[in-house]
């Protein structure tokens, strides 16, 4: 079992397009990724037996909001066994030879802080999509009205804004971005780790589009989702992707992608 490769983890919430993003940053000739697993989405939380994951955990629209799933340093899990453990049942599903690999789950958003104790060198994406396509894409899986889906939505990510100032390496872009603008967000993503960009192949089409009969927001709800630039109607407003890195040079390098305008 290797020491030399470093985890990129993708997290979000289900149906933000978390297996898009990770299959994206798995197309660089220099990251391994889980594949052909016998699990959901190749979902590293499944393939693990180092912290619980049973039917109560990680459980769509309402894991994140579940406070003995936010794992952070100094818990019970925050242990060399813990790493140990992690990183021998992970270790046969991803290929040999990168220096990178890419771990996507859904709670990987409530795991982050944990993951940087256990990997140092750890980085983490985020993808975050607008609440109302993100509750009328789950609500086939539950009987919660749509309300309760859209405030679970904006308790996570309140939850996530606390927890991005624990991270060194982390960086929260948005859905509706990377399916506008592909190749500037994945090279934005690829610099971020360092790595020479690796052109997208191909448009991307945006699911926001399924979901013209989206459930409303409050006005309540929407002044809350304007703080990560999201309006009433599916409505898509324009907003700097968060980013930190340690390396001025590396955190520059990254959002230089990222600042040319939404056409």
């Given at each position: 079992m290797g020491l030399d490769h470093r985890y990129v983890f993708v997290g979000g919430l289900h149906r933000s397009g978390t297996s898009l993003l990770a299959r994206m940053i798995a197309a660089h000739p220099q990251v391994a990724a889980i594949r052909n697993a016998p699990v959901p989405?190749?979902?590293?939380?499944y393939l693990q037996g180092a912290i619980p994951h049973t039917a109560r955990h990680g459980a769509p629209m309402h894991f994140a909001t579940d406070p003995a799933q936010h794992l952070i340093e100094g818990g019970p899990f925050d242990r060399l066994e813990t790493r140990i453990r992690l990183q021998a049942d992970w270790d046969p599903w991803f290929d040999r030879g990168r220096p990178w690999?890419?771990?996507?789950?859904?709670?990987?958003?409530?795991?982050?802080r944990l993951y940087q104790q256990l990997f140092p060198l750890s980085q983490f994406v985020v993808l975050i999509?607008?609440?109302?396509a993100v509750a009328a894409a789950v609500a086939?899986?539950?009987?919660d009205p749509p309300q309760t889906l859209i405030d679970h939505w904006l308790a996570a990510h309140d939850q996530l804004r606390r927890d991005l100032a624990w991270l060194h390496a982390a960086a929260v872009i948005r859905y509706e971005d990377l399916v506008a603008r592909p190749a500037q967000m994945t090279e934005g993503i690829f610099r971020f780790l360092d790595l020479p960009p690796v052109p997208p192949d191909g448009a991307?089409?945006?699911?926001?589009d399924d979901y013209p009969d989206a459930p409303p927001m409050t006005d309540g709800?929407?002044?809350r989702a304007a703080e990560w630039g999201y309006g009433p109607d599916l409505q898509v407003m324009p907003a700097t992707p968060h980013l930190t890195h340690p390396l001025r040079a590396v955190a520059e390098a990254a959002r230089q992608p990222w600042s040319v305008p939404r056409s």
């Amino acid at each position: 079992m290797g020491l030399d490769h470093r985890y990129v983890f993708v997290g979000g919430l289900h149906r933000s397009g978390t297996s898009l993003l990770a299959r994206m940053i798995a197309a660089h000739p220099q990251v391994a990724a889980i594949r052909n697993a016998p699990v959901p989405e190749n979902e590293g939380c499944y393939l693990q037996g180092a912290i619980p994951h049973t039917a109560r955990h990680g459980a769509p629209m309402h894991f994140a909001t579940d406070p003995a799933q936010h794992l952070i340093e100094g818990g019970p899990f925050d242990r060399l066994e813990t790493r140990i453990r992690l990183q021998a049942d992970w270790d046969p599903w991803f290929d040999r030879g990168r220096p990178w690999r890419v771990e996507k789950s859904p709670v990987n958003l409530t795991r982050m802080r944990l993951y940087q104790q256990l990997f140092p060198l750890s980085q983490f994406v985020v993808l975050i999509r607008h609440p109302q396509a993100v509750a009328a894409a789950v609500a086939k899986w539950l009987p919660d009205p749509p309300q309760t889906l859209i405030d679970h939505w904006l308790a996570a990510h309140d939850q996530l804004r606390r927890d991005l100032a624990w991270l060194h390496a982390a960086a929260v872009i948005r859905y509706e971005d990377l399916v506008a603008r592909p190749a500037q967000m994945t090279e934005g993503i690829f610099r971020f780790l360092d790595l020479p960009p690796v052109p997208p192949d191909g448009a991307l089409r945006n699911g926001n589009d399924d979901y013209p009969d989206a459930p409303p927001m409050t006005d309540g709800q929407a002044a809350r989702a304007a703080e990560w630039g999201y309006g009433p109607d599916l409505q898509v407003m324009p907003a700097t992707p968060h980013l930190t890195h340690p390396l001025r040079a590396v955190a520059e390098a990254a959002r230089q992608p990222w600042s040319v305008p939404r056409s």
